[in-house]
């Protein structure tokens, strides 16, 4: 669901199977990482970034925190149905190690969409310094 900066959250409709959902992934859900194989039925979207102030650990993978608000986090935006998002909520154990919720993501094309997104309730690992994972790894690797 495309919106106005203004608007509210939508309503979720993860019970039909054939509603189109949109999921915010920001590690190794990815293009280019172990897990991308989760999103093989799901459609790309955009580049992305949310729209409020997170914080991204990691370990052997990442983890999203509410806090500290350090910066935006950037990703990668799918549009998938509910068996997809199913699937990819038994890969994050949703809810009791991830916490899926609706939060508003903006797309590089500076359009606002409320998509999905896992959140840790406690992170664990290194803070990473910028809130892109995929270069935030490459910088503390040395490459």
């Given at each position: 669901?495309?919106?106005s ?10 019970a ?6 949109y ?24 580049p992305?970034c949310?729209?409020?102030?997170f ?21 990668e ?16 154990e949703?809810?009791?190690d ?11 094309a ?34």
């Amino acid at each position: 669901m495309i919106e106005s900066r203004a608007s509210a959250a939508p309503a979720p409709d993860s019970a039909t199977p054939s509603a189109e959902q949109y999921l915010f992934v920001y590690g190794t859900l990815k293009a280019g990482f172990a897990n991308h194989h989760y999103l093989a039925q799901a459609r790309y979207i955009a580049p992305a970034c949310t729209e409020h102030e997170f914080a991204l650990y990691t370990l052997d993978y990442p983890f999203l925190a509410k806090s500290p608000a350090l910066y935006r986090v950037q990703g990668e935006l799918y549009a998938l149905d509910a068996a997809t998002l199913a699937h990819v909520d038994q890969l994050e154990e949703h809810p009791s190690d991830y916490c899926r919720e609706l939060s508003p993501i903006i797309t590089a094309a500076g359009e606002r969409i409320w998509a999905w997104v896992y959140f840790h309730p406690a992170p664990q690992g290194r803070l990473l310094p910028r809130g892109d994972y995929q270069a935030d790894l490459a910088t503390l690797s040395g490459r």
